[in-house]
């Protein structure tokens, strides 16, 4: 397994995207794992905090309601909605983390699969009541940003929610780094965009020095 190093990771992450190939490092992640879940560096290896008091404090029983986990990494939030009674689909663009998500939970409900955000299957379209998004955004580059939340908020049904979860950064900040964390107005994109927001919290995770995030949940 390789060591993380976070100037080496920065200059792959440039090279690709001045290759135009803004999505080619990802699987590059998920390979250096060698299969094992734990070594993959962005994975917290349990389901996001603040997902799960989302689901603690919603009052309406997801049983029988449709999940889907944008960039879902190596599957802890997407086993976390799957508990908590959802119907998930989970996708990945990186064929190695969805290997990986399929070793580990091999008894999962969970349907995880291969598939582009960005050409995503078309009866996806509208179809989910949760649509769940953690630290993807902000590792995609300019007009994917956009094209992202448009792409979340294009797969959701009817009176659904989109929550997004993230790093954040004061506007002006921060412009050059990778991950590139969302700013303020960038996360407002999503009510520009005709949605109701229904929580936003900006919070300092437990981190030495600790990284601000946000976690905002939004309602069609
Ligand atoms: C920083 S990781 C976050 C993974 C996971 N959500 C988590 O919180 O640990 C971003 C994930 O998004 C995936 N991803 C990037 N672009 C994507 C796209 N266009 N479609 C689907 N997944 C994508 C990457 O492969 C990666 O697994």
């Not at 690709?16 to 190939?21: G, P, Y």
């Not at 919603?58 to 908590?84: F, K, N, Q, R, W």
């Not at 109701?196 to 919290?201: L, P, W």
Request: with cysteine.
């Amino acid at each position: 397994m390789k060591e993380f190093d976070p100037v080496a990771y920065t200059n792959m992450v440039k090279e690709f995207q001045q290759n135009n190939d803004p999505f080619g490092w990802f699987n590059s992640i998920y390979t250096d794992a060698e299969g094992d879940y734990k070594a993959v560096f962005w994975a917290d290896l349990e389901p996001n905090p603040y997902l799960l008091n989302w689901l603690e404090d919603y009052i309406v029983d997801p049983e029988g309601c449709t999940a889907v986990v944008i960039g879902c990494g190596v599957g802890d939030d997407a086993e976390a909605l799957s508990e908590a009674g959802y119907a998930v689909t989970a996708f990945d663009i990186s064929p190695e983390a969805i290997r990986l998500c399929k070793n580990r939970y091999p008894k999962s409900r969970v349907d995880y699969l291969l598939a582009d955000l960005f050409d995503y299957p078309s009866p996806w379209n509208e179809s989910f009541d949760l649509v769940y998004e953690c630290n993807t955004i902000q590792v995609l580059p300019g007009k994917y940003r956009i094209q992202a939340r448009d792409a979340m908020i294009s797969l959701l049904a009817p009176h659904g929610h989109i929550l997004v979860s993230c790093r954040s950064r004061l506007t002006g900040e921060q412009e050059d780094d990778i991950p590139l964390p969302l700013d303020k107005e960038e996360i407002d994109g999503f009510v520009r965009c005709g949605l109701n927001e229904q929580s936003f919290a900006a919070y300092d995770d437990t981190q030495d020095p600790p990284v601000p995030h946000f976690f905002a949940t939004y309602k069609k």
